[in-house]
């Protein structure tokens, strides 16, 4: 049997890689972002495998097969980790919204309607 990785490791690792862009940034070495970057995805990639491992069959049936064009984000004071996407149950004639699948350290998944980016 194969046990899921702890997340708060895969947390700390993107976020410590999410700090790395931050400084490349600064030093417009767009080279070194490109490369932290596809490390970044492997790991929200991960992340978006145990969410769906773990989510409720009402937000599994909202989820796209994989995180591929998902605005992500992590909160570091709670350890959520967030996936943003539009919200599927908008109907055409409506403004569209965002919703946020969200897993944290105990991988808890909670979806968070009417999302807002701040």
Known sequence: MTSEPDLKII???WN??????????????????KEIRKKQKEIEDSIFEILKSNAPDNIKALLPDDCGEMEVG???EEKTFYFV??????????????IAI?????KDVKMI???EME
């Open 74 to 76: 992590f909160e570091s």
């Open 102 to 106: 969200t897993i944290n350290t105990n």
């Open 85 to 98: 996407m539009f919200d599927p149950e908008c109907s055409d004639d409506e403004e569209e919204a965002l």
């Open 11 to 13: 947390f700390q690792e």
């Open 113 to 115: 309607k009417d999302f």
């Open 16 to 33: 410590e890689l999410n700090i790395k862009t931050q400084e490349s940034l600064g030093q417009f070495d767009f080279s070194k972002i």
